[in-house]
């Protein structure tokens, strides 16, 4: 397609990773090409904050006003479905189904918290969208001194979660609990984590294996209740559910299976990226099948995408996308937290950061997120990552 003048590239997800991509092909595409982010509501939540929404009633939504560039149209809507063959995608403005043509197309559909344990208490899922965490903040409120709140998961979700909650209301006793606590961060940047939290006042209680979560606390697999006034679940994500008319293949946990290209198998101009994709191993070398959900994976995985359009829309060869993991941050309330030093395929080095400087360096990651969504708009390429190249080798024939 060398001529693209009248193309349509179609972005549907309006996380970090679909506005990184749409910004970043308004920029490359130059206004030759009409570029649509397709995402429900007029925001973007900054999810990697939810945490502390939950804990303290803050906002993170991030209107995609302030974020989108220009050249981006953003449609208020669902994607519904796809009709591969005939380039085609079904959207839901809230009006019935519609239709939309496009040359290329990025799923980015995202991920949410995943209900992996039966549950039936109110706040359960707090850390699905803003709005649920804003209404564990206002319970949290108005809990009594002493009075308990369990936050179950061995992730560090689970962990941000539970010392941020016991960070902002100190008068409460907060445990975590944990059948099997960070079990990819064995050695040193787990003994910091245990540390962290108890000087955070968390109670940590290991191989606790839950049934369930109640009104009235949480079920363990033994048989025993431990009371709870307030308990959330924090467990891990799953893929976006995606409708039945999407008809794409998918694991066990939600996500599409892609090529090195980040393209869906069987289809030359349908790519995934963020937490939805699950790229091969070879693209992030060999501890695990497939990249980690998290947002220093979904902004990359955005911005390759980008840019295979724009090869692929100037008839040029796509290139397998490549990705070296640095340091993991995790905050321990406001003043405190660890920073895990990882090798390129995500195994922990055994270096550590503690503290009031891993708090700040966290911080500074966490505005660099949405700081990196805003300079794309200026400037096409801007953001990069370990083991990408640069935007020079992108530019399209004028
Ligand atoms: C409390 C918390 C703390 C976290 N902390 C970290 C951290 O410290 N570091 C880190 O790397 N990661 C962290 N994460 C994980 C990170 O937030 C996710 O990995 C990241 O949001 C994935 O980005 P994404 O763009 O793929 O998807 P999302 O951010 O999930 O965005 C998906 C988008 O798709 C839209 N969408 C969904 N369905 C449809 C549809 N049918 N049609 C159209 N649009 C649709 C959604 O509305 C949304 O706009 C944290 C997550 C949580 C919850």
Known sequence: MDDIAGAQVIVVGGGYAGVLAANRLSGYLLGRA??????????????????????????????????LAAG???????????????????????????WLHYDALVL???????????????????????????????????????????????????????SEIADAHPRLSVELLAADFVPDLAGPARDALRAALQRAGVQLREGVA?????????????????????????????????DAAFDLPTRGDGRIEVDAELRV?????????GDLAAPPSAAIGSGRDTTRMACATAMPLGAHAADQIVKLLAGRALSPYHFGYMIRCISIGRQSGVVVSVDSDDRPTGRVINGRLAALIKELICRLVIGMLRLER???????????RRRSALRLPA
């Open 378 to 388: 200026l400037r096409a390429g801007s953001y990069v990552w370990p083991r990408a």
């Open 210 to 242: 839950v049934q369930a979560l109640s009104e009235r606390g949480v079920q363990l697999r033994d048989g025993s209740e431990c009371e709870a006034s307030i308990s959330v679940l924090a467990a891990g994500f799953r893929a976006a559910p995606l």
């Open 34 to 67: 009409r570029v649509m982010m397709v995402a429900p509501g007029p925001y973007l939540t900054d999810r990697i904050r939810l945490h502390e929404v939950a804990a303290r009633g803050s906002d993170a939504r991030r209107p995609y006003a302030d974020l």
């Open 265 to 273: 198998q069987g289809s030359a101009n349908v790519f995934v990226a």
């Open 108 to 162: 980015a559909l995202g991920s949410q918290i995943a209900p992996a344990i039966p549950s039936s208490a109110p706040h359960a899922l707090a850390l699905r969208d803003v709005q649920s965490a804003q209404q564990l903040a206002a319970a949290l409120k108005k809990l009594e001194r002493g009075q308990r709140v369990i936050v179950v998961g061995g992730g560090l979700t689970s962990i941000e979660l539970a």
């Open 72 to 98: 981006v149209q953003h449609v208020d809507a669902r994607a519904v479905g796809l009709d591969r063959s005939g380039n085609r995608l079904a959207i839901d403005r809230g009006r019935g189904m519609e």
